[in-house]
């Protein structure tokens, strides 16, 4: 079936450097997008998000980029910090129905 | 606001017993929730889809006579793991969405032990 997935399972980035995490997905009928960050033994902590209809969206210290043309997403987190460690993950969906379709995950390990 | 919680946050039990999982949705009326399931250093797997006084969708491969889930008002939903098996243990995660809305509000998960 179509899935999302993601590039690298884990990241290592140094304390104040940006960090970027990619993620592929495969159907083209989604229309929405999230990124997730889930620390050890929690539930997932949503992020930001992004319609279909856009391809750039900034919050405070991340942006989300969507290409629809490579079906592509990714996450940037400014100035990583310690407290950034945590796996990361994107999920689609589409407008008509909420039913989240997640991709496999990425560490982020930020070293100070 | 949007707010899920769920209990037990930790649960161990033995082979062949039941055990039941309570998500709530403390500030708002959700219509929708889901529960999931995740494997160590996994992705989280959709297991179910419940609407508030309807049958719960389940997902293909998910046994329903196995994972049972209730959703009895806005705010409360249960997954009852029936006769619980070692291979039955993981992290089961809960989230509600309000009705018209795409969000899910995530709980902070239950870590089932089956010994």
């Known amino acids: 079936g179509e899935s999302v997935g993601l590039h690298l399972p884990t990241l290592s980035v140094q304390e104040g450097d940006n960090s970027i995490i990619n993620c592929a997905y495969s159907n083209s009928a989604s229309d929405y997008f999230i990124w997730y960050k889930q620390e050890s033994g929690k539930g997932p902590q949503f992020i930001i998000d992004i319609r279909s209809n856009m391809d750039k969206r900034q919050g405070q210290r991340v942006t989300v980029l969507l290409n629809k043309t490579v079906k592509h997403l990714s996450l940037q987190i400014a100035a990583t910090q310690p407290g950034d460690s945590a796996v990361y993950f994107c999920?689609?969906?589409?407008?008509?129905?909420?039913?989240?379709?997640f991709g496999g995950g990425t560490r982020v390990l930020v070293k100070p | 606001g949007a707010v899920v919680s769920q209990h037990p946050s930790r649960v161990i039990c033995k082979s062949g017993t039941s055990v039941k999982i309570e998500c709530r949705s403390l500030?708002?009326?959700?219509?929708?929730m889901f529960w999931y399931r995740q494997f160590p250093k996994k992705s989280l797997m959709l297991m179910a889809t419940s609407n508030e006084g309807s049958k719960a969708t389940y997902e293909q491969g998910v046994e329903k006579d196995k994972f049972l889930i209730n959703h009895a008002s806005l705010t409360l939903s249960t997954l009852t793991v029936t006769s619980a098996h070692p291979e039955d243990s993981s992290f089961y995660i809960c989230s509600a969405s309000r009705e018209t809305y795409n969000e899910q509000f995530f709980g902070p998960g239950t870590r089932l032990t089956v010994l």
């Open positions: 999920a689609e969906t589409k407008a008509a129905g909420n039913k989240l379709t």
């Open positions: 500030d708002f009326q959700a219509t929708t």
